[in-house]
């Protein structure tokens, strides 16, 4: 019924707003519609066999989401021969949940990292773990380590999942090598490319069947939305994990989908930049004796530095360091801060701080954090966008107090 018809005012109240689209936008519209309407109930029918395809339901797809999911996969896959396929979440660890619970089922084996960011690792054990999926930890450093941890019941699926560099410490993970190996034994082969983005590193260029991200941080960039992403080249999975993505409601929304979208624009410019930063000032802590020991793959003592100049275009932007000995000394360090802001996240364009073996590792056993460097004087330093002087001398005060 058009809406000039109606004979009660309550039914124009009801009714949708119409919308004239003469000359088209420039940025990408927020289609923030949950549903989607069908000229017939033919063509309902013939959308709803097509799934994932034409619009039905947000839950299901939406074209804000999708556009830019699609984009995050062009990303992952810029100068490949290959097409790749991005899902949008509600968060990294949605990502991460729904890849790995599309791909494994009870008895199959999770083959990982000791130093995983504190949420994936605790995921690991405890959910999939109370499902049967069970986790062992490698050093990677020996691809027949691999076959050995995977076992030979042949019926038993098998999925490596690296994060690299790893949160905190930034080691790094060979990725060619490890890809090399899942291709050799079979495994799956998932990458978290949250610290790294596409910008200085893609996991699909070595064989990743899956790249997973926490959007949260450098994807956005700005702090403010929550998300994840999913991206592979094979669209048979992809269309898996889109069916566990649907089922479960780990869905995106077209509002952070937006915030995502304006994010990515200077991706390429925040990743190059903040990574210089990041570099100069792992170079000036190095030097300051207060400071025992800095974690940055930049830096040519660091034990991954020529692995993350082989696999990386710069080596990123967070740097970790030691202050003093104990968990007093990064107390008083972290209270003296002025400027630097300490708030649990990361990738966005202002330096912000956070205590791993309080925070973001406070699940994880003391003596497996230990065993990884990450000790209670550990600090862990997202670089931004300010000038390098400004960050230098909000940290050297802040040591002067100790
Ligand atoms: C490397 C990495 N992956 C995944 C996540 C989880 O992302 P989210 O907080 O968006 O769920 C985080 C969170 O800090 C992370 O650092």
Redesign the pocket.
């Known amino acids: 019924m058009e809406s000039t018809n109606f004979k009660h005012i309550e039914s124009l109240c009801a009714s949708e707003a119409k919308i004239r689209l003469s000359t088209p936008a420039h940025k990408i519209p927020i289609v923030a519609s949950s549903a989607f309407k069908f000229n017939s109930i033919e063509e309902g029918i013939e959308i709803f066999k097509n799934q994932p395809g034409d619009h039905v339901y947000t839950r299901y797809g939406n074209p804000t989401v999708e556009a830019v999911a699609q984009k995050i996969a062009d990303l992952e896959a810029f100068g490949l021969n290959e097409s790749a396929f991005g899902l949008l979440t509600s968060?990294?660890?949605?990502a991460?949940n729904l890849t790995l619970q599309t791909l494994l089922g009870p008895g199959d084996k999770i083959i990982t990292q000791g130093n995983l960011?504190g949420?994936?690792t605790e995921l690991f054990l405890k959910v999939f773990g109370k499902n049967q999926i069970e986790t062992l930890i490698s050093d990677f450093n020996n691809p027949e380590e691999l076959e050995k941890l995977g076992g030979t019941d042949p019926k038993q699926k098998k999925l490596v999942y690296i994060?690299t560099p790893a949160?905190p410490t930034l080691q790094c993970y060979n990725l060619e090598e490890i890809g090399k190996a899942c291709k050799k034994f079979n495994y799956y082969f998932v990458v978290?490319n949250?610290?790294a983005t596409p910008i200085l590193q893609q996991p699909l260029k070595f064989l990743a069947d899956v790249v997973v991200h926490?959007t949260?941080?450098y994807l956005h960039g700005h702090g403010a939305s929550?998300?994840?992403a999913i991206v592979t080249t094979d669209f048979n999975l992809h269309k898996r994990i889109w069916d566990c993505l649907k089922l479960s409601g780990s869905n995106s929304n077209p509002f952070d989908a937006w915030l995502i979208n304006i994010g990515l624009k200077t991706l390429s410019i925040r990743m190059l930049k903040q990574s210089e930063h990041a570099l100069q000032l792992a170079t000036a802590l190095e030097l300051m004796p207060k400071i025992k020991r800095v974690f940055y793959p930049g830096l040519p003592s660091n034990n991954s530095h020529t692995l993350a100049s082989k696999q990386m275009k710069a080596f990123g932007a967070i740097v970790s360091f030691e202050v003093g000995e104990s968990l007093e000394d990064a107390i008083r360090f972290c209270n003296a801060l002025k400027h630097c802001a300490m708030a649990p996240?990361?990738g966005e364009t202002d330096t912000m701080v956070l205590h791993p073996a309080t925070m973001?590792h406070l699940k994880i056993p003391k003596e497996q954090r230990l065993k990884y460097d990450i000790k209670d004087s550990l600090i862990r330093f997202s670089i931004g966008l300010e000038h390098v002087e400004d960050i230098l001398d909000d940290i050297k005060q802040a040591l002067s107090v100790m």
Not at 91 to 94: E, L, W
């Open positions: 968060s990294g660890m949605a991460i960011y949420g994936t994060e949160n978290d949250t610290f926490s949260t941080k929550t998300g994840g996240s990361l973001s």
